[in-house]
């Protein structure tokens, strides 16, 4: 098991900027794949980035390319989310998950946090 702590959402205006992180503790994550969700209310859950431990390759979803990041500090176990340019329909809960390694599916996951862009 992977324990996973969400931090950093709140109220932002549109253009504005937030950092998520994600600490994780447990079973070793050296080769797992964290990733971050996020799900609008009414909406379906969706992908939103994703960062490898393995090599620190990274993957965005095509609509917050060139505004978010997603990036890990291997020393304190977690992966950040710096999210930039936010605009309204950025607004969900987001979720960090980890997955056992590339390609296998996300297992344990965090609690949320809420992220809120006003326009």
């Known amino acids: 098991q992977v324990q996973l702590v969400e931090s950093g959402g709140g109220l932002v205006q549109a253009g504005g900027s937030l950092r998520l992180s994600c600490a994780a503790s447990?079973?070793?994550?050296?080769?797992?794949?964290m990733g971050w969700f996020r799900q609008a209310p009414g909406k379906e859950r969706e992908f939103v980035a994703s960062f490898s431990w393995s090599d620190g390759s990274t993957y965005l979803r095509y609509s917050v390319k060139g505004r978010f990041t997603i990036s890990g500090d291997n020393a304190k176990n977690t992966v950040y989310l710096q999210m930039n340019s936010l605009k309204p329909e950025d607004t969900a809960v987001y979720y960090c998950?980890?997955?056992?390694?590339?390609?296998?599916?996300?297992?344990?996951w965090g609690q949320g946090t809420q992220v809120t862009v006003s326009s």
């Open positions: 447990g079973r070793s994550i050296s080769r797992a794949t």
């Open positions: 998950a980890v997955a056992p390694s590339r390609g296998r599916e996300y297992d344990n």
